[in-house]
């Protein structure tokens, strides 16, 4: 299948600095990019999905200033956590969809943990 | 999104066949069937997918019911590799076009050695 890298795969900073995460498809050109948030013990939740050149749409009750979302190649989309608080500590997952897969398949990225100090 | 509804946790035993339910009662005409496993600290990875007939890929086997209101994922042989939190996720098509993913809490499966 598919590959999808994400950069860094942890990181860990103080409150208040941003976090930039980086998701690249490696194999394939993804028009549409999703960006998933999961705490422990819990499902995904999906953040926001992003269409190459265009803004990122987000999903109820996620604050789009406080998560930049930039997709500015088909290969590559990036998520910028601003002033980033401990209750931002998560794990970020990627996922990106192929359009010249026959189901159209979305693929997943090995996500990033993020613990904010 | 129409919605699923999973076990919290099963177990297994190792080398042995596990059958994993899934329940949607709300499903629609146009949903497909999704299952992805994901591995502790890992992204999600696809398993499977079908719309009406029984699908078969090398990592396993789903079984729809007649009237599509529940499906099983069918582990064949089941090793320690295979714990994971699998998903059973309906992703609607309409027009070429998919749905997102909606992640449920899907079923952890433990595999006994």
């Known amino acids: 299948g598919a590959v999808v890298s994400q950069h860094p795969s942890r990181v860990i900073c103080k409150s208040g600095t941003s976090v930039k995460i980086e998701c690249r498809s490696l194999?394939?050109?993804?028009?549409?990019m999703f960006w998933y948030r999961q705490f422990p013990k819990q499902s995904l939740m999906l953040m926001a999905t992003?269409?190459?050149?265009?803004?990122?749409?987000?999903e109820q009750g996620v604050e789009k200033d406080k998560f930049l979302i930039n997709h500015a190649s088909l290969t590559l989309s990036t998520l910028t956590v601003t002033s980033a608080h401990p209750e931002d500590s998560s794990f970020y997952i990627c996922?990106?969809?192929?359009?010249?897969?026959?189901?159209?398949?979305?693929?997943f990225g090995p996500g990033t943990r993020l613990t904010v100090l | 999104d129409a919605k699923t509804t999973q076990p919290n946790s099963m177990e297994s035993n190792e080398e042995e066949p596990v059958h994993l339910p899934c329940n949607h009662s709300?499903?629609?005409?146009?949903?497909?069937i999704h299952w992805y496993r994901q591995l502790p600290s890992q992204g999600p990875e696809y398993v499977i997918h079908?719309?009406?007939s029984n699908v078969n890929n090398r990592m396993a086997s789903l079984a729809i019911a007649e009237d599509r209101k529940s499906s099983t994922l069918i582990l064949h042989r089941a090793t320690l590799r295979d714990a994971a939190v699998y998903y059973c996720?309906?992703?609607?098509?309409?027009?070429?076009?998919?749905?997102?993913?909606?992640f449920g809490k899907g079923t952890k499966l433990s595999v006994k050695p």
């Open positions: 709300t499903i629609s005409g146009t949903d497909y």
């Open positions: 194999d394939f050109q993804a028009t549409t």
């Open positions: 996922s990106a969809r192929d359009p010249a897969s026959y189901y159209n398949e979305q693929f």
């Open positions: 996720i309906l992703r609607v098509n309409y027009g070429g076009s998919q749905g997102n993913l909606i």
């Open positions: 992003s269409n190459e050149g265009s803004k990122a749409t987000y």
């Open positions: 079908g719309l009406t």
